[in-house]
């Protein structure tokens, strides 16, 4: 008997509703679901995935000792004991937890319960991706509604929202033909596919966004504006002084101003800087803002486990021994952070179980690896960028031997003796105040790279790294299934014909990829795709002491034409 | 019935997201054709479900009919992928690269809109530019050429 339920998605932090219809509980087929509130039925093609998701033939089952498929509750007695006589031997501090982004506002709970009350450790962190951490630190998690992309006159959009968040475009793009007056003003380094809608397009260089930001703050004349040298702000956005003046009055004008902001892969400081003079200018103008996130439940994450220990923190601890035990729920983090933490430092140490919807490179170089349920087989809650909250109705049951983290953490502590309870969320932490003006200073400071720099970009068909949208089918058969793009200066210093290959090299590594043309990149920009592991890698993860988290960027970059 | 998808290259974000719709709802056949025409420009193309389709005249098998309702439908049972009409089909909208033996073809979801509802195209569409419209008025569709050719030079001209 064919029945029809309804979901969300979590592949973003939006949270898009959508239908699913199951035959006698099985999967069959994606539906719409016009009554969600923010994407009214429309859904991006990683929405799609979720159905693939439930039927992919190659999902993590299975819970393994050293390899061995075993029974989920030998695994977890094997965690159990091993946590016992660790902190028998090391105290509870020796123990360290990783959470994911994709956990319910409950698992959340139990994980700071977890590892507080039965484990006794303060590090407890979670893996976001990318720029998350910093973009929340400084914007917070915004306060902008759905309905507010429908009645606004403005939209400043920082990145490139419509490919990374592509179900809020529509709202977007009828809400500027609304009025002829109306209008979309963005700031990206390259010409984005949210750029061919924008009115005005400000090209701000890598990572100096919160110069142009902090600029049009000041123009404003905003209270507690920054400190900025107009000039070099004007400069690294290539404009005129008295353009960002302008733009700043436009602003002050408008009705309602929307701001829409993502982070990308970066100077962490740069980030948190963006995202904090993102929410100053909606504030300032009387209107709204909106960060998005890539994790689907980064906001959830933040507000309940706070940001009393980061991953960068905990990944030195285990690098310098002090954590023995490394409990891992959800992320991959040997790829999520390239070169942030060795496998030797994982094999030294005396517990290493992590679970995941798929195996992966931390699970196979663990000693329990636990299956993990994915956020369609089990009821949560959800808080998602645009407010409220998203509650979730398990569609099918768990697969095999896969269950949600929070039960997972349940059981554990049964195991170990003790209960967990599901306390009230913390509440949005206090981000440590940072010093705004020397950081612009840095920033402003900062030499433009010489020759070729390399730059994130985005990808409709894939989750930034591609960990779980890598193995779904559409994108596979996508040719070519990656690409660098490349501005036509770079491609004719290296002879390079379009769709021909191109080694990049960095300091830390080479890649040999497909090189596309396009009069997109300028300035030695080029863009390469996140979700290739190795193009990733390319980039050095350097820890920064002041935000807490990592610092992205390639050194050395040379790109030589295979042709 | 006489809904048809169209699309509007002017709103597009090129997301693919109607791609993978139509592919995860044809159990991961792509039914809807898409042509890399320049660097970074798909353009997707659905059938057009023609009043004279040359598919059906170029079918060996039979496979290909046009229905009284309008609809161009393939037998799955009596394609045998010979490909004879993805050569016949002067708009390129059947995909010569067959993932099975038979060759894909949009159907315009028939399961949806035997129920009024939108093609998975259309109804996924996250810009807005693709949707599902009766085409019966004919006065109302006069300058949809007109249009359809301005957005396709539009997108063509924003990016190289």
Same mark, same amino acid.
């Given at each position: 008997?064919?029945?029809?339920?309804?979901?969300?998605?979590?592949?973003?932090?939006?949270?898009?509703?959508?239908?699913?219809?199951?035959?006698?509980?099985?999967?069959?087929?994606?539906?719409?679901?016009?009554?969600?509130?923010?994407?009214?039925?429309?859904?991006?093609?990683?929405?799609?995935?979720?159905?693939? =998701?439930?039927?992919?033939?190659?999902?993590?089952?299975?819970?393994?000792?050293?390899?061995?498929?075993?029974?989920?509750?030998?695994?977890?007695?094997?965690? %159990?004991? $091993?946590?016992?006589?660790?902190?028998?031997?090391?105290?509870?501090?020796?123990?360290?937890?990783?959470?994911?982004?994709?956990?319910?506002?409950?698992?959340?709970?139990?994980?700071?319960?977890?590892?507080?009350?039965?484990?006794?450790?303060?590090?407890?962190?979670?893996?976001?991706?990318?720029?998350?951490?910093?973009?929340?630190?400084?914007? #917070?998690?915004?306060?902008?509604?759905?309905?507010?992309?429908?009645?606004?006159?403005?939209?400043?959009?920082?990145?490139?929202?419509?490919?990374?968040?592509?179900?809020?475009?529509?709202?977007?793009?009828?809400?500027?033909?609304?009025?002829?007056?109306?209008?979309?003003?963005?700031?990206?380094?390259?010409?984005?596919?949210?750029?061919?809608?924008?009115?005005?397009?400000?090209?701000?260089?890598?990572?100096?966004?919160?110069?142009?930001?902090?600029?049009?703050?000041?123009?404003?004349?905003?209270?507690?504006?920054?400190?900025?040298?107009?000039?070099?702000?004007?400069?690294?956005?290539?404009?005129?002084?008295?353009?960002?003046?302008?733009?700043?009055?436009?602003?002050?004008?408008? $009705?309602?101003?929307?701001?829409?902001?993502?982070?990308?892969?970066?100077?962490?400081?740069?980030?948190?800087?963006? %995202?904090?003079?993102?929410?100053?200018?909606?504030?300032?103008?009387?209107?709204?803002?909106?960060?998005?996130?890539?994790?689907?439940?980064?906001?959830?994450?933040?507000?309940?486990?706070?940001?009393?220990?980061?991953?960068?923190?905990?990944?030195?601890?285990?690098?310098?021994?002090?954590? $023995?035990?490394?409990?891992?729920?959800?992320?991959?983090?040997?790829?999520?952070?390239?070169?942030?933490?060795?496998?030797?430092?994982?094999?030294?140490?005396?517990? =290493?179980?992590?679970?995941?919807?798929?195996?992966?490179?931390?699970?196979?170089?663990?000693?329990?690896?636990?299956?993990?349920?994915?956020?369609?087989?089990?009821?949560?809650?959800? @808080?998602?960028?645009?407010?409220?909250?998203?509650?979730?109705?398990?569609?099918?049951?768990?697969?095999?031997?896969?269950?949600?983290?929070?039960?997972?953490?349940?059981?554990?502590?049964?195991?170990?003796?003790?209960?967990?309870?599901?306390?009230?969320?913390?509440?949005?932490?206090?981000?440590?105040?940072?010093?705004?003006?020397?950081?612009?200073?840095?920033?402003?400071?900062?030499?433009?790279?010489?020759?070729?720099?390399?730059?994130?970009?985005?990808?409709?068909?894939?989750?930034?790294?591609?960990?779980?949208?890598?193995?779904?089918?559409?994108?596979?058969?996508?040719?070519?299934?990656?690409?660098?793009?490349?501005?036509?200066?770079?491609?004719?210093?290296?002879?390079?014909?379009?769709?021909?290959?191109?080694?990049?090299?960095?300091?830390?590594?080479?890649?040999?990829?497909?090189? @596309?043309?396009?009069?997109?990149?300028?300035? #030695?920009?080029?863009?390469?795709?996140?979700?290739?592991?190795?193009?990733?890698?390319?980039?050095?993860?350097?820890?920064?002491?002041?935000?807490?988290?990592?610092?992205?960027? %390639?050194?050395?970059?040379?790109?030589?034409?295979?042709? | 019935?006489?809904?048809?998808?169209?699309?509007?290259?002017?709103?597009?974000?090129?997301?693919?997201? /109607?791609?993978?719709?139509?592919?995860?709802?044809?159990?991961?056949?792509?039914?809807?054709?898409?042509?890399?025409?320049?660097?970074?420009?798909? !353009?997707?193309?659905?059938?057009?479900?023609?009043?004279?389709? !040359?598919?059906?005249?170029?079918?060996?098998?039979?496979?290909?009919?046009?229905?009284?309702?309008?609809?161009?439908?393939?037998?799955?049972?009596?394609?045998?992928?010979?490909?004879?009409?993805?050569?016949?089909?002067?708009?390129?909208?059947?995909?010569?690269?067959?993932?099975?033996?038979?060759?894909?073809? /949009?159907?315009? /979801?028939?399961?949806?809109? !035997?129920?009024?509802?939108?093609?998975?195209?259309?109804?996924?569409?996250?810009?807005?530019?693709?949707?599902?419209?009766?085409?019966?008025?004919?006065?109302?569709?006069?300058?949809?050429?007109?249009?359809?050719?301005?957005?396709?030079?539009?997108?063509?001209?924003?990016?190289?």
């Amino acid at each position: 008997m064919a029945e029809k339920r309804k979901g969300s998605c979590l592949f973003c932090s939006l949270q898009c509703g959508f239908g699913m219809e199951l035959d006698e509980g099985a999967p069959v087929r994606i539906d719409f679901d016009e009554e969600a509130p923010l994407n009214r039925g429309a859904l991006c093609a990683r929405g799609h995935y979720n159905i693939e =998701l439930l039927l992919h033939p190659r999902r993590f089952l299975a819970a393994t000792v050293n390899r061995r498929r075993v029974p989920r509750v030998t695994a977890i007695s094997r965690v %159990a004991g $091993k946590l016992s006589s660790i902190k028998e031997e090391n105290g509870g501090t020796a123990i360290g937890v990783i959470v994911g982004t994709e956990l319910s506002n409950e698992d959340y709970r139990k994980a700071v319960s977890f590892a507080s009350d039965v484990v006794g450790t303060r590090s407890l962190a979670v893996a976001y991706d990318g720029n998350d951490f910093p973009f929340l630190e400084g914007g #917070g998690a915004g306060n902008a509604a759905p309905e507010d992309l429908d009645d606004a006159d403005c939209f400043l959009l920082v990145g490139d929202i419509f490919w990374g968040h592509p179900c809020i475009a529509k709202r977007i793009i009828e809400a500027r033909h609304a009025s002829r007056s109306n209008a979309i003003y963005t700031v990206n380094p390259y010409r984005t596919n949210t750029d061919w809608f924008a009115d005005f397009h400000i090209k701000a260089r890598p990572d100096t966004e919160p110069l142009v930001l902090g600029a049009i703050l000041s123009a404003l004349r905003a209270k507690g504006a920054p400190k900025v040298d107009m000039d070099s702000a004007a400069a690294a956005a290539g404009l005129a002084v008295a353009e960002i003046e302008a733009l700043a009055a436009d602003l002050k004008e408008r $009705k309602k101003v929307v701001v829409v902001a993502s982070s990308r892969l970066g100077n962490s400081a740069s980030a948190r800087l963006t %995202a904090l003079f993102a929410s100053r200018i909606a504030d300032s103008v009387g209107g709204k803002y909106a960060p998005l996130f890539r994790g689907g439940n980064a906001i959830g994450a933040y507000r309940h486990v706070g940001s009393g220990r980061t991953v960068p923190e905990i990944l030195a601890d285990v690098a310098d021994g002090k954590i $023995k035990a490394l409990l891992v729920f959800g992320p991959d983090i040997l790829q999520l952070y390239p070169g942030a933490v060795s496998t030797d430092d994982l094999e030294a140490l005396g517990l =290493l179980a992590a679970s995941s919807v798929f195996e992966n490179d931390t699970s196979k170089h663990s000693d329990v690896g636990l299956p993990q349920a994915v956020w369609t087989e089990f009821d949560g809650s959800y @808080t998602p960028s645009f407010g409220g909250t998203t509650s979730i109705e398990a569609l099918v049951r768990p697969q095999g031997d896969a269950v949600a983290v929070g039960e997972m953490l349940q059981a554990l502590a049964a195991e170990l003796g003790s209960g967990i309870g599901a306390g009230e969320p913390a509440g949005e932490p206090e981000a440590p105040e940072i010093d705004v003006d020397a950081a612009l200073g840095a920033i402003a400071k900062r030499a433009p790279v010489d020759g070729v720099s390399l730059v994130e970009g985005t990808n409709p068909l894939h989750r930034w790294d591609g960990a779980i949208t890598g193995r779904m089918t559409f994108p596979q058969r996508q040719r070519p299934y990656c690409e660098v793009w490349i501005g036509e200066d770079v491609a004719a210093e290296l002879g390079l014909a379009p769709g021909s290959n191109v080694t990049v090299t960095s300091d830390r590594g080479e890649t040999r990829i497909i090189a @596309t043309v396009t009069d997109r990149m300028q300035g #030695g920009l080029v863009a390469i795709p996140s979700y290739v592991p190795d193009a990733r890698g390319l980039m050095a993860w350097t820890p920064n002491a002041e935000t807490r988290w990592y610092d992205v960027a %390639a050194t050395g970059v040379k790109m030589t034409s295979d042709s | 019935m006489n809904k048809r998808n169209v699309l509007d290259y002017g709103r597009c974000i090129s997301c693919k997201s /109607c791609i993978a719709a139509c592919f995860y709802s044809h159990e991961y056949q792509d039914h809807l054709e898409a042509s890399q025409v320049l660097t970074n420009i798909v !353009l997707q193309m659905n059938c057009r479900h023609c009043e004279q389709p !040359l598919c059906e005249a170029a079918c060996p098998r039979e496979a290909i009919k046009r229905r009284d309702d309008g609809l161009v439908i393939r037998s799955n049972i009596k394609c045998s992928g010979c490909t004879s009409c993805a050569q016949a089909c002067p708009f390129g909208a059947i995909d010569l690269e067959k993932t099975r033996h038979t060759m894909p073809k /949009c159907d315009l /979801c028939n399961w949806r809109t !035997l129920e009024d509802k939108t093609t998975m195209c259309a109804g996924t569409c996250t810009s807005g530019a693709r949707t599902f419209v009766d085409i019966s008025d004919g006065e109302a569709q006069k300058d949809q050429p007109m249009r359809g050719a301005r957005s396709v030079a539009k997108t063509v001209r924003r990016e190289r």
